[in-house]
């Protein structure tokens, strides 16, 4: 009977330890089966190593999970900021762009319009000469229907500003042989001559002995000029039939 129970006894044991054994297997296949929750150890681990060591690890790779958190944080916010800046450089790029190419536009089209105007007003009998345009009449008129015709054709009576001006004059008026109404007057106020625009007379180009305001034959209040060598302006009486010339600007 005591053999019996020692073999009983025996059996039990070896029960328990295979009981053991296949426990310690099955918690083994199932924690290698089952995910872990983040950045924790498995049941066996902590049996195996401890709870402190696991939650040293734990904390690792806490501390790792947000420092790579940050670095993409950062380089996340470093690349929005260069993005912003590409897309102002690039906006402030084709804004000059534009403004330089309607600026090229623009002074074409002037220039254009310069031309065309210009082709036009020497079709019509008008010659250049620095920033204006003259035309001389083929008709003869009094100074002040001489004015008036050049009003119309969007003008005014030439005004002479300097020596190279009343050289172009003489040459433009040489194929009259006769005196050319200038915008030159003193019907206002007797000896003040003023030109057509109301400025007064600085410098000018009267031939020796003029003005002389007629002497006995009544008052001679506008001014002519005549292409002969040694002489250019003379007083007139207004009323006299003379040719005219006019004087506009070139468009700006």
């Known amino acids: 009977m005591r053999a019996n129970f020692h073999i009983k006894i025996r059996i039990s044991e070896e029960a328990r330890m295979d009981v053991r054994e296949d426990v310690n297997k099955i918690s083994i296949r199932a924690a290698e089966k089952i995910p872990l929750p983040d ?3 498995n049941v066996y681990e902590e049996m195996k190593g401890g709870r402190v060591e696991c939650q040293i690890r734990r904390n690792n790779k806490k501390q790792q999970s947000s420092a790579h958190e940050k670095l993409m944080s ?3 916010r470093l690349t929005t900021v260069c ?3 590409l897309c102002v450089l690039l906006m402030t790029a084709v804004t000059l762009l534009y ?5 090229q536009s623009n002074l074409l089209q002037n220039t254009n319009t310069k031309l065309s105007y210009l082709e036009k007003a020497i079709q019509e009998g008008w010659r250049a000469f620095n920033s204006s345009l003259y ?3 083929n008709e003869k008129r009094s100074w002040t229907e001489s004015r008036e015709d050049c009003t119309e054709r969007g003008a005014d ?3 002479i500003n300097s020596r190279e001006e009343q050289e172009f004059v003489d040459s433009f008026c040489s194929s009259k042989d006769a005196s050319v109404f200038i915008g030159l007057t003193d019907a206002e106020s007797e ?3 003023k030109w057509v625009d109301g400025s007064a007379l600085t410098t000018a180009y009267w031939m020796n ?3 002389n305001n007629g002497g006995w034959k009544g008052r001679q209040d506008c001014a002519v000029t005549r292409s002969e060598a040694g002489k250019r302006w003379n007083d007139k009486p207004c009323q006299d039939l003379l040719y005219w010339i006019c004087e506009k600007k070139l468009i700006s």
């Open 99 to 103: 403004a330089r190419l309607t600026e």
């Open 39 to 41: 950045n924790s150890c």
């Open 135 to 137: 035309f001389i009449s």
């Open 191 to 193: 000896g003040i001559w």
């Open 74 to 76: 950062r380089c996340l």
């Open 83 to 85: 993005l912003g800046l």
């Open 209 to 211: 002995g003029q003005p």
């Open 157 to 159: 009576l030439v005004i």
